[in-house]
């Protein structure tokens, strides 16, 4: 069956510092990866999609890449600040198929 | 605001209850997806529509059910409910079927006493 990890349940860092989350994946061939954010108790907010066929993904100060013979996907904050605290979720996805999410890590950004 | 909401926010019933959870999505989207999230389950996709009919059907119980009417709001209901049922509830939509992103609405927090 699918399964979906991301590296660990939090991570903590320094402000000013870059945060790499990562998100694994086996039994599945995602056409395509997204990234969420959540904040405790409210919806996740999108941030970014990347395509199986792109490397890399940039916004902002966000970076997104998409490995898939790795079967992996990296997902950076670089200039972290406290206020991107917040757990990140990947979900992956297939045309006509729907998305299956990750657990999520828990960031912590420390002033 | 992602321009779905949900209600109620807040819902606390008892073991054997039926409850209804409501979700408008945003103006002009034809998608509606429903999540459950609780602290040891992530978010579990449960059903999605699109522009009124069922497209998929996740991890959803046979105690669980949803429609979506042709204003394209949806309601997903939840019978015989049980203490495991608390969690929150997550409707999202797309305007499109397939990669699109999806918009979170802000969920329905339900506990089962």
């Known amino acids: 069956s699918q399964k979906i990890e991301q590296n660990s349940e939090a991570l903590n860092i320094q402000e000013g510092k870059t945060a790499t989350l990562t998100c694994n994946y086996t039994n599945y061939s995602p056409a395509y990866l997204q990234w969420y954010r959540q904040d405790p108790g409210r919806g996740p907010v999108f941030l970014l999609l990347i395509r199986e066929n792109e490397k890399e993904k940039r916004k902002e100060r966000l970076k997104v890449t998409f490995d898939t013979t790795l079967k992996q996907s990296l997902f950076h904050i670089t200039a972290s600040q406290p206020a991107d605290s917040a757990t990140y979720l990947c979900?992956?996805?297939?045309?006509?198929?729907?998305?299956?999410f990750g657990p999520g890590t828990r960031l912590s950004v420390l002033p | 605001d992602s321009g779905v909401t949900q209600t109620p926010k807040h819902l606390i019933t008892a073991t054997g209850q039926r409850v209804t959870l409501r979700c408008s999505p945003r103006s002009g989207d034809l998608s509606v997806y429903w999540y459950q999230q609780s602290l040891d389950q992530g978010l579990q996709f449960l059903i999605q529509y699109y522009n009124g009919e069922e497209r998929a059907k996740g991890n959803i119980l046979e105690r669980f059910s949803a429609q979506q009417f042709p204003d394209l709001h949806s309601e997903l209901n939840l019978s015989s409910l049980e203490l495991g049922d608390s969690a929150l509830y997550f409707c999202?939509?797309?305007?499109?079927?397939?990669?699109?992103?999806?918009?979170f609405g802000p969920g329905t927090r339900l506990t089962v006493l």
């Open positions: 979900a992956l996805g297939n045309y006509g198929q729907n998305f299956v």
């Open positions: 999202a939509s797309s305007g499109v079927e397939g990669y699109n992103e999806q918009f």
